[in-house]
């Protein structure tokens, strides 16, 4: 007979053997002594080289002809729409279901995030919704392959063409991810990356600005380091802020990629693991396969919970369950970006020019991230490192709570 781990039984997911995240890979603890040794911490004098190594392994890795290696992905963000000239009063458009920086990065430069519904399939921007919030002042787009699920490019990028709109590829979950065997972060005109602790790919904080633009690139570069251009320590060719990574932060990252390819090889291979292992179970669901992706970063694996099929068990319940079982999983981005405190009409008006149309941000209500907040269970990038056999037992909770709900309700 079954007893649930809330009710003092014993957990479903013993097996779930979850790696210490972030780890500290062969090579990390050697490439960072060997910054501290060199006493060359920061990239703008000669003997430094840690950070050049990372932007050209990066750019490597996502065939990309440019990386501008940056302090973490919210600047990341604020240097590439700065490098696409955004100007106080445009207006970008920006899905409601990511982290905040997506859209205070608009913000930042006194430019006005407009909300796209996203596909509550995917929780990506829906390319049919991308009409309805272009005005006469939209000038681009970012955004967000969001958990490393990429965005449709094949839907969206006509769309963004028709209305000549750019886009910037919010990438910071989507590290190794692939969209028709070209690595995201390329595919638009500028892409951003976040190496957060969290992030599949971590060095604590860190970020990069990707392109195959040499123009962009070259602004890029005068815009992380405070409008340097010519190695003159002295000479400011832009008022810009300083972005920059440090030594350390590339030494570390240099062996962290190393180990990207093979780390998300286990995911992948684990993904399809626990897939199986939930395909039986009634309306509980993950995004759709599509051969279209022809390889999976990850920084979080989302499911769609009804509570409906669980004899009408609440997902906070569910979750407060799972966890119980030893899976640590939680409910993402609760909220739409336009209900968080930050936004409102009058606290956006603040920052744009007295002619900007800034719209009525708590009024807004986009029935695709409704969904997709009140629905998603997400799990951390790391539970796909497990074992096969640990990822395997969380789809035995998710079953032992299925058939335990009705005493939860
Ligand atoms: C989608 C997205 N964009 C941007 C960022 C910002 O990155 P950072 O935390 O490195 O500033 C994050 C961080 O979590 C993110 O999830």
Same mark, same amino acid.
């Given at each position: ?6 009710? *003092? ?175 995201? *972060? ?78 998300? @090889? ?9 897939? @199986? ?11 759709? @396969? ?99 056999? *640990?990822?395997?037992?969380? *789809? ?14």
């Amino acid at each position: 007979m079954d007893e649930l781990a809330l009710r *003092g039984g014993p957990e479903a997911a013993q097996a779930l053997d979850i790696p210490d995240w972030p780890r500290c890979p062969d090579g990390a603890r050697e490439n960072v002594l060997d910054v501290l040794e060199s006493e060359s911490w920061c990239r703008v004098y000669d003997d430094a080289q840690w950070v050049d190594r990372f932007e050209e392994r990066f750019a490597d890795y996502h065939d990309a002809d440019h990386a501008i290696a940056v302090a973490n992905g919210t600047v990341a963000l604020e240097v590439a729409l700065r490098m696409l000239d955004v100007q106080p009063g445009d207006e970008v458009l920006v899905p409601p279901y990511t982290f905040i920086a997506t859209a205070s990065a608009v913000t930042s430069l006194s430019a006005v995030p407009r909300f796209v519904d996203v596909d509550p399939d995917t929780y990506n921007v829906d390319p049919d919704a991308v009409a309805d919030a272009v005005t006469d002042r939209t000038v681009g787009m970012v955004g967000v392959h969001v958990a490393g699920y990429p965005m449709d490019f094949d839907a969206l990028l006509p769309v963004l063409d028709d209305y000549d709109l750019f886009l910037v590829e919010d990438a910071a979950h989507a590290q190794g991810t692939e969209w028709r065997g070209e690595k995201v *972060g390329t595919i638009g005109d500028v892409g951003t990356f976040s190496f957060q602790e969290s992030k599949s790919l971590a060095g604590g904080e860190g970020g990069i600005v990707v392109t195959d633009d040499d123009v962009l690139a070259e602004r890029g570069q005068l815009l992380h380091n405070i409008g340097r251009q010519d190695g003159s320590v002295y000479r400011h060719y832009e008022l810009a802020s300083n972005a920059r990574m440090t030594e350390f932060q590339g030494a570390l990252l240099c062996a962290q990629l190393d180990e990207l390819p093979a780390e998300n @090889e286990t995911r992948r291979h684990n993904e399809r693991a626990l897939r @199986e292992e939930i395909a039986d179970v009634d309306d509980i669901s993950a995004k759709p @396969e599509d051969d279209r992706i022809t390889a999976r970063g990850y920084c979080l694996f989302d499911l769609a919970y009804d509570p409906d099929a669980f004899d009408g068990l609440s997902r906070d319940r569910f979750i407060e369950a799972l966890n119980a079982e030893g899976v640590p999983a939680g409910t993402g981005y609760a909220i739409p970006l336009y209900r968080q405190p930050a936004f409102s009409r009058a606290t956006v008006e603040a920052l744009v020019p007295a002619d900007a149309d800034v719209p009525a941000y708590r009024s807004l209500h986009l029935p695709g991230v409704e969904e997709v907040c009140a629905t998603t269970v997400t799990m951390p990038h790391e539970v796909l490192l497990a074992s096969e056999a *640990g990822v395997r037992s969380v *789809g035995d909770a998710v079953r032992k709570i299925r058939r335990c709900a009705p005493e939860l309700v």
